[in-house]
Protein backbone atom coordinates (compact mmCIF):
# COMPACT_ATOMS: atom_id res chain seq x y z
CA UNK A 1 0.00 0.00 0.00
CA UNK A 2 1.64 3.16 -0.78
CA UNK A 3 1.95 6.08 1.64
CA UNK A 4 -0.73 8.48 -0.37
CA UNK A 5 -3.24 5.52 0.00
CA UNK A 6 -2.60 5.04 3.72
CA UNK A 7 -4.67 8.89 4.06
CA UNK A 8 -7.60 6.75 3.20
CA UNK A 9 -7.51 4.33 6.22
CA UNK A 10 -7.44 7.11 8.94
CA UNK A 11 -9.74 4.86 11.28
CA UNK A 12 -7.49 1.68 10.63
CA UNK A 13 -4.67 3.27 11.26
CA UNK A 14 -5.90 4.59 14.39
CA UNK A 15 -7.11 1.23 15.76
CA UNK A 16 -4.16 -0.53 14.58
CA UNK A 17 -1.82 1.53 16.99
CA UNK A 18 -4.35 1.87 19.53
CA UNK A 19 -4.24 -1.83 19.79
CA UNK A 20 -0.62 -2.15 19.08
CA UNK A 21 -0.33 0.10 22.41
CA UNK A 22 -3.04 -2.16 24.81
CA UNK A 23 -0.99 -5.30 23.69
CA UNK A 24 2.22 -3.79 24.61
CA UNK A 25 1.74 -1.84 27.34
CA UNK A 26 2.09 -3.25 30.95
CA UNK A 27 -1.03 -2.63 32.24
CA UNK A 28 -1.99 -3.60 36.13
CA UNK A 29 -3.79 -6.60 36.93
CA UNK A 30 -7.03 -6.57 35.57
CA UNK A 31 -10.02 -7.64 37.24
CA UNK A 32 -11.64 -10.84 37.08
CA UNK A 33 -14.73 -10.73 34.73
CA UNK A 34 -17.05 -14.10 35.36
CA UNK A 35 -17.43 -14.48 31.57
CA UNK A 36 -16.12 -17.89 30.25
CA UNK A 37 -13.11 -16.85 27.75
CA UNK A 38 -14.09 -13.11 27.97
CA UNK A 39 -10.50 -12.78 27.04
CA UNK A 40 -10.76 -14.65 24.11
CA UNK A 41 -13.93 -13.09 23.21
CA UNK A 42 -12.39 -9.86 23.66
CA UNK A 43 -9.51 -10.35 20.89
CA UNK A 44 -12.51 -11.68 18.41
CA UNK A 45 -14.19 -8.51 18.52
CA UNK A 46 -11.41 -6.40 18.42
CA UNK A 47 -9.89 -7.91 15.51
CA UNK A 48 -13.03 -8.28 14.11
CA UNK A 49 -14.13 -4.95 14.62
CA UNK A 50 -10.44 -3.52 13.08
CA UNK A 51 -11.00 -5.26 9.68
CA UNK A 52 -14.47 -4.46 9.09
CA UNK A 53 -13.45 -0.68 9.35
CA UNK A 54 -10.81 -1.87 6.81
CA UNK A 55 -13.25 -3.12 5.11
CA UNK A 56 -15.46 -0.01 5.28
CA UNK A 57 -12.85 1.92 4.70
CA UNK A 58 -11.64 0.01 1.37
CA UNK A 59 -15.35 0.48 0.38
CA UNK A 60 -15.30 3.88 0.83
CA UNK A 61 -12.81 5.23 -1.52
CA UNK A 62 -12.92 2.20 -3.85
CA UNK A 63 -15.17 1.86 -6.75
CA UNK A 64 -14.52 -2.18 -7.23
CA UNK A 65 -13.53 -4.53 -5.13
CA UNK A 66 -9.94 -6.20 -5.92
CA UNK A 67 -10.15 -9.37 -4.24
CA UNK A 68 -6.25 -9.81 -3.94
CA UNK A 69 -6.00 -6.40 -2.28
CA UNK A 70 -8.76 -6.42 0.52
CA UNK A 71 -7.62 -10.21 1.28
CA UNK A 72 -4.16 -9.23 1.63
CA UNK A 73 -4.66 -5.77 3.81
CA UNK A 74 -8.51 -6.62 5.39
CA UNK A 75 -7.52 -10.42 6.20
CA UNK A 76 -4.23 -11.37 6.70
CA UNK A 77 -2.06 -8.38 7.72
CA UNK A 78 -3.95 -7.91 10.93
CA UNK A 79 -3.90 -11.70 11.63
CA UNK A 80 0.20 -10.98 10.76
CA UNK A 81 0.30 -8.34 12.79
CA UNK A 82 -1.42 -9.96 15.91
CA UNK A 83 0.91 -12.99 15.57
CA UNK A 84 3.84 -10.48 15.67
CA UNK A 85 2.23 -8.85 18.68
CA UNK A 86 1.86 -12.25 20.54
CA UNK A 87 5.45 -13.09 19.83
CA UNK A 88 6.82 -9.51 20.89
CA UNK A 89 4.11 -9.51 24.47
CA UNK A 90 6.22 -13.12 25.33
CA UNK A 91 9.52 -12.25 24.11
CA UNK A 92 9.82 -8.56 24.07
CA UNK A 93 8.10 -8.04 27.24
CA UNK A 94 8.18 -8.79 30.79
CA UNK A 95 4.46 -7.94 32.28
CA UNK A 96 2.56 -9.82 29.09
CA UNK A 97 2.76 -13.75 27.62
CA UNK A 98 2.03 -14.25 24.20
CA UNK A 99 -0.59 -16.88 23.48
CA UNK A 100 -1.70 -19.12 20.91
CA UNK A 101 -4.83 -18.74 21.40
CA UNK A 102 -5.58 -15.07 21.66
CA UNK A 103 -3.98 -15.56 18.32
CA UNK A 104 -6.45 -18.19 17.00
CA UNK A 105 -9.10 -15.66 18.31
CA UNK A 106 -7.91 -12.72 16.53
CA UNK A 107 -7.65 -14.74 13.34
CA UNK A 108 -11.47 -16.08 13.94
CA UNK A 109 -12.38 -12.52 14.59
CA UNK A 110 -10.60 -10.97 11.30
CA UNK A 111 -11.93 -14.06 9.22
CA UNK A 112 -15.70 -13.49 10.29
CA UNK A 113 -15.38 -9.93 9.78
CA UNK A 114 -13.73 -10.98 5.82
CA UNK A 115 -17.01 -13.26 5.37
CA UNK A 116 -19.17 -10.43 7.00
CA UNK A 117 -17.81 -8.25 4.82
CA UNK A 118 -18.13 -10.02 1.64
CA UNK A 119 -21.97 -10.85 2.60
CA UNK A 120 -22.80 -7.56 3.82
CA UNK A 121 -20.67 -4.68 3.59
CA UNK A 122 -20.26 -5.21 -0.17
CA UNK A 123 -23.73 -4.89 -0.84
CA UNK A 124 -24.60 -1.98 1.33
CA UNK A 125 -22.13 0.20 -0.60
CA UNK A 126 -23.12 -0.94 -3.76
Same mark, same amino acid.
Given at each position: ?????????????????????????????????????????????? !? #?? *? /?? @?????? %???????? =?????? !? #?? *? /?? @?????? %???????? =?????????????????????????? =????????
Amino acid at each position: METKNLKAYPLSLLIACVIIFLSLYPFPELPKVDVPLADKWTHMVM !Y #GG *F /CL @IIWYEY %LKTHKSIN =TGKITF !Y #GW *F /CP @IVMSGL %LELAQAYL =TTSRSGEWMDLLANAIGATLAYVLGW =TVLRKMFR
